[in-house]
């Protein structure tokens, strides 16, 4: 752990991907419990870059496409300023660094369980093994090593089913790429999705609301924990959290969590999304070992997840924090992309339900007191929305799926 001061009285922190909402949620809770936070981001308007909450803002290559480019921008940062902690923002950053310890352990405290802990944290095999051993077993799924096995589970499920790479991860060629699970309505794209992926996980898509399990995890047990449950995505038939709200989980939720994080060996921040299943209970379907897209919900509802996990890690140990009830979270953009799909299909009465104002929202870019980051956003996604029209002509087999596979709205 680090000393818990540095020499001039103030605890620095790097905290990789400031383009990500996630991150965004982070730098908020650690500047907000003292810490002084450098933000490092891969383009300009990456919206943590443009948080009041950031004290130093600093350009990296992006690990996906220049992993080497990446650690060398990391360890030019934390020789020439000193930094305490490490926080790294992504599953693609957190491979990296992991995988490149002996670069930058010299100068900051990483954080980070042993490097093969941390792969297997990636390892959806892996992850549904440990789940089925303490009662959170994952929806029926065969792990497939080439296209006919793939084809011939996905037949036997009927379709649409779910495929996932084993590995979370992939490193290639001097850069890593975070691979998304696909939901596929066919053979053709079951296929497609086959091919891309290698050895893949062919799931049984099942109904049910997702829930979240996040929290920070140590070796004397869980530091802080917010347990929510989503109510709308995006998309809205399989994708990432758009609205969501804290919830207390149900008997026994936490012991058969702790188990499974002793199992896999995690130490720090992570999430645990579940499916609940009528009359089955909870089952696991992913596990994100870092920051993750509702933090913000977290930290609102008075677990800041980052902030726990800082004070540990700083040898002060911090009191346990618990989400409050009945807190709500809203990734605006992606809120109001669902808000339009049901209206265009016609759901006036859903539609009308998600424009209605309500209280006690966290959001993933607003907030008052610090607008940068939504106004970052809304040049990231113009941007995005050039690069969509340059690469118009490319069709679509499939549809990505991340984090979550499988939600009823």
């Known amino acids: 752990m680090a000393s818990g001061l540095g020499v001039d009285g103030q605890v620095r922190v790097l905290a990789t991907d400031a383009q990500d909402r996630s991150v965004v949620a982070a730098i908020r809770s650690l500047s907000a419990s003292g810490l002084r936070v450098t933000a490092v981001g891969n383009a300009r308007q990456a919206p943590g870059l443009w948080s009041r909450a950031a004290h130093v803002?600093?350009?990296a290559p992006d690990p996906r496409r220049d992993a080497e480019g990446f650690i060398a921008r990391l360890e030019q940062i934390l020789s020439g300023t000193r930094h305490d902690l490490l926080l790294a923002g992504t599953d693609v950053?957190?491979?990296?660094?992991?995988?490149?310890?002996?670069?930058?352990?010299?100068?900051?405290?990483?954080?980070?369980?042993?490097?093969?802990?941390?792969?297997?944290?990636?390892?959806r095999?892996?992850?549904?093994?440990?789940?089925?051993?303490?009662?959170?077993a994952p929806p029926e799924a065969h792990v497939c090593r080439t296209v006919e096995d793939a084809l011939r589970a996905a037949g036997a499920f009927g379709y649409p089913v779910v495929v996932k790479p084993v590995h979370v991860v992939v490193e290639s060629g001097g850069a890593a790429r975070r691979r998304s699970a696909v939901l596929v309505h066919d053979a053709r794209a079951a296929e497609s999705a086959a091919r891309a992926l290698g050895t893949c996980i062919v799931q049984r898509r099942v109904n049910g609301f997702i829930v979240s399990f996040a929290g920070v995890a140590t070796a004397d047990g869980l530091l802080g924990l917010a347990i929510s449950r989503y109510r709308r995505t995006w998309p809205p038939e399989a994708g990432s959290v758009c609205f969501s709200e804290t919830i207390s989980g149900?008997?026994?939720?936490?012991?058969?969590?702790?188990?499974?994080l002793e199992r896999?060996?995690?130490?720090?921040?992570?999430?645990?999304e579940l499916i609940e299943r009528p009359g089955l209970g909870l089952s696991a379907i992913d596990f994100n070992p870092r920051p993750y897209?509702?933090?913000a919900l977290a930290v609102a509802a008075g677990a800041p997840l980052?902030?726990?996990?800082?004070q540990w890690l700083l040898g002060r140990a911090p009191r346990p924090a618990r989400a409050r009830i009945g807190v709500r979270y809203r990734w605006e953009d992606a809120d109001l992309r669902h808000l339009v799909w049901q209206a265009r299909h016609g759901h006036l009465s859903s539609a009308l339900s998600i424009a209605r104002p309500r209280?006690?929202?966290a959001h993933a870019y607003f907030q008052a007191r610090d607008p940068g980051p939504l106004l970052a956003r809304g040049v990231q996604l113009a941007r995005d929305a050039g690069e969509r029209v340059q690469n118009k002509g490319r069709a679509t087999d499939h549809e990505e799926v991340e984090p979550s596979h499988q939600t009823r709205n």
């Open 125 to 136: 095999e892996q992850l549904a093994i440990e789940a089925a051993a303490v009662g959170l």
């Open 93 to 123: 950053a957190l491979l990296t660094v992991s995988g490149h310890r002996d670069r930058l352990a010299p100068y900051v405290e990483l954080g980070l369980p042993s490097h093969e802990i941390v792969q297997r944290s990636l390892d």
């Open 306 to 310: 980052p902030a726990v996990w800082g």
């Open 359 to 361: 209280r006690a929202v």
């Open 57 to 59: 803002r600093r350009l």
């Open 293 to 295: 897209g509702s933090l």
């Open 250 to 260: 149900p008997p026994g939720l936490e012991h058969s969590v702790e188990s499974l």
């Open 264 to 272: 896999l060996g995690w130490r720090g921040i992570f999430e645990l």
